[in-house]
């Protein structure tokens, strides 16, 4: 079918050092790559070349969006960023980011599906794209503020509308897990791309269109999306309106909100003006996902800051540009331990207290400004300990390999109730990825944990076998059995995801309390029948009009995988290695007890020997973890299988 159908049709290069723009044709890349992940992987790999660092001007910053953004494809709302990210330990590398809100939908309404900056300005620079008119714009007046700040003076600088996305003071200071933030609680988190833009002087870039996304199957596009968004409003899973103290709803006007376009949920919460407790002064911020962990909110996180102060360094977080993540689940985590035992009890003469808000955003402020001790954790917990020779056993506590903190594994992020064998699959996730897989570890430990209320064991392992080839694959009986399988499966559903793009929280859609048997399926007069494993696919044919097979849907995800995995191992030398590093994070204790009332722990044996398995199913060299020839011209990469024989 001709035409752009879900794209706009071109990607936008920038070039900061010379101030120039050009444009190339986005179909290049849409037939084996799909969309935002897959084709900045194969940006990368054709421009990203090994000796590039993170804050050279040569390092490509790539923002994509995908054929279903800005359309009404539900939780699609989504704009993937990638490049080689400073956060990466020891050695940044390519990885990858991700951020929610109308940023995307807008750039694509200005007919852009993409973004590619490279170079560095020789001052501070934002970008402003109104439609085909692109201007390099002086930055002086806004380099130093905060992102808030910042937002609000381009959108009264600029037509009304205006979507934005720019760094605060964590960015312009080079602070490894700085965030690319839009509106008050959508930012790009893990990687630390704000570091990327601030290296290259890149406040921000400020959107404007007036187009739109054409899709190919109208009629049948929108049944779909409908019969979803229907599907999505009900079962453990969903929530289109959190539980809202009623307190909070009086003083501070609390209510629900989507967080991204096109999202049916309501996972969102918005406060306004909550009086700071750290200082004086109100906040007016959006509240989800991780945000909620600065109140304190479990055994894990038992810390009691209440909900005015974690309202207040949640946004102090978010105005200074800094990652929720790295802060939550591994900084401050770090520095209790560090204090419990006698390693670390100050910082610059401030005691380390995580019940005092004030100890939060005075060593908020010290980290984004680089200030006395801030300047060394800055550069994140592995390096600091690194620096300091102390600290590295709880280090390797919460920090499973790469720099980033563990989540939704069943150790790290001990709030969250995975059990063994569950994070056997999150072990293989970590093994194989560039950064925390958690996007993966969504689609199996977080989907089984949290549907495990509504289904038996029994009937999810039924649908195992529909969706993974066995019922071992979910059956928690077996724990060594059948795991190399969901691993791999749920890492090209990750890649789909992102390419797309889609929420990694709403998809992928295998459970439903709808029908007997518990696997998910909607009905549309056009369509018919269509079972969980395929809403996404036939989201794609009928936006795009492209009528590739579902088996090669799911090529292309696999084609993905295999060639972020070359990029790393033609830049960084990446190898089995470097994997297997994860391993000691998963050999300690389980965090809680599992089904058997025991506290499990990696079976190092049998754990690499799923290794091989994984590696074996891959078609990857099990020596070294390196795609074989073989495998790359399969999915159709000869020139990467080429350029990888090099290096053998």
Known sequence: MGGNYGWVGKILRINLTEETTSTIDTNRFTEKFLGGRGIAAKIAWDEVHPGIGAFDPQNRLIIMTGPLTG????????????????????????????????????????GYDGVIVVGKSGKPTYLEILDD????????????????????YLRDNHPESSKVIC????????????????????????????????????????????????????????????????????????????????????????????????????????????????????????????????AGRSTFYNWNLGVEAGVEVSAVANKLGLNHWSLGLGIIPWLRACKEQGILTEIDGMPIDVEKPEFWVRLLRKIAYRDGFGDILAEGVPRTADRLG????????????????????????????????????????????????????????????????????????????TIYGSSKAIDPEYPYKCKAQPAIYTQHESVLKDSLPLCDQAWPRFY?????????????????????????????TTATGNQLTEKEFWECAERVFNLERAINIRNDERTREDD????????????????????????RTKFLNLVDEYYALRGWDRERGWPTRGKLETLGLKAVADELDNLR
């Open 71 to 110: 359309t009404l494809a539900p939780a699609s709302g989504r704009t993937h960023f990638s490049g080689l990210a400073p956060q990466v330990y020891p050695k940044p590398w390519y990885t990858r980011s991700n951020m929610g809100g109308w940023f995307g939908s807008e750039l694509k309404y200005a």
């Open 133 to 152: 008119a692109i201007d390099f714009r002086d930055a002086s007046e806004i380099w130093g503020r905060d992102t808030f700040s910042t937002q609000r």
């Open 167 to 294: 760094i605060g003071p964590a960015g312009e200071n080079r602070v490894r897990y700085s965030v690319i933030q839009s509106e008050t609680e959508n930012a790009a988190g893990q990687g630390g791309f704000g570091a990327v833009m601030g290296a290259k002087n890149l406040k921000a870039i400020v959107v404007k269109g007036s187009g739109s996304v054409a899709i190919a199957q109208p009629k049948e596009f929108q049944e779909l999306c409908l019969a979803i968004n229907k599907e999505f409003q009900t079962g453990p899973r969903e929530r289109p309106n959190p539980s809202l103290d009623p307190e909070r709803v009086r003083r501070y006007g609390a209510r629900g909100a989507a967080c991204s376009h096109a999202c049916p949920w309501r996972c969102t919460v918005i406060y306004r003006n909550v009086p700071g407790t750290a200082y004086p002064g109100v906040n007016t911020t959006m509240m989800h996902c991780v945000a909620n962990i600065f």
């Open 390 to 465: 102390r600290g590295k056993g709880i280090r390797d506590a919460f920090y499973p390999a790469y720099g980033f903190a563990g989540h939704w594994d069943g150790h790290g992020d001990k709030a969250n109730p995975v059990f063994f064998p569950l994070w056997i699959v999150s072990a293989l996730q970590w093994l194989t990825d560039t950064r925390d897989p958690f996007s993966s570890g969504h689609d199996y430990s977080q989907n089984l944990t949290r549907w495990s209320v509504a289904l038996t064991w029994t009937e999810l392992s039924k649908i195992g076998e």
């Open 512 to 540: 439903s309390t709808h029908v007997d048997d518990g696997y998910a399926r909607i009905t549309t007069p056009s369509l018919g029948t269509i079972y969980g494993k395929s809403l996404e696919y036939h989201l794609y």
């Open 580 to 603: 297997l590093r994860i391993i000691p994070y998963f050999e300690a204790p389980e965090n809680r007890p599992g089904p058997s009332g025991q506290l499990e722990r990696l079976d």
